[in-house]
């Protein structure tokens, strides 16, 4: 027991504290099916007035809008109940009613409450297999390139005017906070294709260059800066060379 | 010594504990909710009113603006461009000046004793409704209904509803305002935006004018010597320069492309 050095104790428990914390922190999420990624279910007041939730697919969407579409145009925040959507907004031409209007796609009425208002997460395969068949692989999330699928699918830019896309395509190099991890890339050239500047600017990043605080992995795994789309909709965490380019899986 | 270290090394453990989690409490790398369109330029005012068990003013600005212009509340009647930084008091409304200019039974319903949520006649908690379950007489909605849309702010074209005559703003208060002449055909400025191939702005004064005179803005927003007032993004997106209105009362921000409008060629 005298060979017993409280120091080495000492440096034995916080590394293992470390570690634990660490695969605490790293622990990707378990990923849905490909038919079930970034579905979602919104129950801010449905189960409270005694209706079924809404069960939102977002492939059936992104498959004919961008994303700036609903989260700029129409508002829709990127955290799942955290829009106040009301059923007077709907009837009123607000959020899901910009589009559920009988126009431009099926009308928010009784008959169809139950379209939406579905209550649980389904499978969705057979649907989802027969729109994938004919587009681009991907390994995660959708298992769809939704990037290189844009050329089939051609969603939607812009809602309520004609605009473009901005041509901005400046790439960041964002140098990893972990000794040995390659800097990840950042394309605005890709995701202003897909998004406006205020999704993602001053608030979720700053647009002072190096002026974003808290900007590391953990913090992204909890849903914050990539983490708001890059976990649940657009393509997952898991994918890390997609961003980490310089990354390399051991041989 | 040893034990020395342990102990050293148990509080920087701990320091470092704490750190992780307090940074894990707080709000960044997140969009903040945006205020619902029948929300958007709703100010809170509580100057004295809690301290003094009243509850706060809500001031739904798209109802005043449908009405009257930005520049004649906060030029000639003397509104500042912040919350609270005005210094209403009751007496000073009573009198005649701040909300008191029209709320005094003329233009506007009066400031009379009386609480609606207890019955009475329609007063005190019309404005003073902050937390009091008050149906407002005037439904946000039912307007909206027959205006130009736009999808930002108010989801109101407040510029087109002007233009198509659905709206008529008043400019001029006898009793505070005195007549002078509009500006006729003011030039737009050229506006050079820092970032590379990022577009320039083409900054309407013609459309700036109709609402807020010059007065609002020069000179103490923006100096008057051209190229003299340099500003940035990031300063605007915390309320300072076009800030002052836009994101608050105006469109957002949010709308890059409304005002980044010319192409880098």
Known sequence: MASFRPSVVAAAAASLTISTVLAGVFDLPKLPPPDRYGTVVIDRLSTANNVKPVVFSHWRHRARYSCRVCHFELGFEFETNATEITEKDNRHGLFCGACHNGKEAFAHEERTCERCHAGKVRSEKKAFHEFRRRLPDAPFGNEIDWMAAQEDLEPRYAFFKDEKPLDYTTELQLEAEWFNIPPAVFPHGAHVQLLDCANCHPDVFNIKKKTTEHFEMRFILEGRFCGACHLTVAFPLNDCMRCHPAMHRNP | ?265
């Not at chain 2, 510029?159 to 030039?187: C, T, Y």
Request: hydrophobic share 35%; with cysteine; glycine share 8%.
């Open chain 2, 1 to 265: 010594m040893t034990r020395r270290y342990f102990q050293v090394a148990m509080v920087v453990a701990v320091v470092a504990v704490l750190a992780w989690s307090t940074a894990v409490s707080q709000t960044f790398g997140v969009r903040k909710p945006r205020p619902k369109p029948n929300e958007y330029g709703t100010t809170v005012i509580d100057n004295a009113s809690t301290a003094n068990q009243i509850a706060a003013v809500e001031f739904p600005h798209w109802l005043h603006r449908a009405n009257y212009t930005c520049r004649l509340c906060h030029v000639d009647i003397g509104f500042g461009m912040t919350a609270n930084e005005t210094g209403i008091t009751e007496d000073d409304n009573r009198h005649g000046m701040y909300c008191g200019t029209c709320h005094n039974g003329e233009i506007a319903f009066r400031c009379q004793e009386g609480k609606m949520a207890e019955g009475g006649p329609r007063s005190c908690d019309r404005c003073h409704s902050v937390g009091l379950e008050i149906e407002p007489k005037n439904d946000f909605y039912v307007f909206r209904e027959g205006m130009p849309r736009e999808r930002f702010g108010n989801g109101i074209d407040w510029v087109k509803a002007e233009d198509d005559r659905l709206i008529a703003p008043v400019d001029i208060i006898e009793s505070v305002s005195f007549r002078r002449p509009k500006l006729v055909n003011p030039n737009d400025e050229q506006l050079t935006a820092n970032e590379i191939t990022m577009p320039n702005i083409i900054f309407s004064h013609q459309k700036h004018t109709v609402w807020n005179g010059c007065e609002l803005c020069h000179p103490q927003i923006f100096g008057v010597t051209k190229g003299a007032t340099t500003y940035t993004m990031q300063e605007i997106f915390e309320g300072r320069f076009c800030g002052g209105c836009h994101s608050k009362v105006s469109f957002p921000t949010d709308d890059c492309q409304r005002c980044h409008t010319e192409p880098v060629v």
